[in-house]
């Protein structure tokens, strides 16, 4: 995931992909070409739940949710469309993994406010600040 950004405004993210797969999906009872295979629908539908109550995704989620995208790339808009999204996908959200990573990214990030800042915009509550922040302090 090396070209992908994060724009919470854009119509056209990840998140919003899987969603349209999954509001068209019937949970395979029936073969229909619409939604995700047997194989998928319960994987698809737990990511698009995920996104439908803003809850981010792990990086490894967001991957395969990618793999998704591209495998069902017909049903989203046909290949040159997803194909040109897929150079440089766009999530709604950062993935939860990488929250914490990308506010520890900063050399200054040790100290409390600085670290504390950043770990609030991903709207955490404080005393998971305080929990992130004693485990991120060198031993």
Known sequence: MENWH??????????ALICSLA??????????????SKLDAS????????AANSRPWTT?????????????RKQLGGDDFINKWLETPVFKM?????????ATDHPNSQTPENFI???RMQSLPLYMMQIL???SKPR
Request: hydrophobic content about 40%; proline content about 3%; charged content about 20%.
């Open 60 to 72: 490894k989620q967001a991957l395969a949710a990618l793999k998704l995208v591209r495998k069902y």
């Open 6 to 15: 994060v724009d919470p405004f854009a119509t056209t993210t990840a998140e």
């Open 133 to 135: 922040y004693r485990l």
């Open 23 to 36: 509001g068209v999906c019937n949970g395979a009872s029936t073969w229909n070409g619409s939604g995700f």
């Open 43 to 50: 994987f698809g539908h737990s990511l698009a739940d995920k």
């Open 94 to 102: 950062t993935p939860a993994d990488q929250a914490f990573t990308k």
């Open 117 to 119: 800042a950043k770990i």
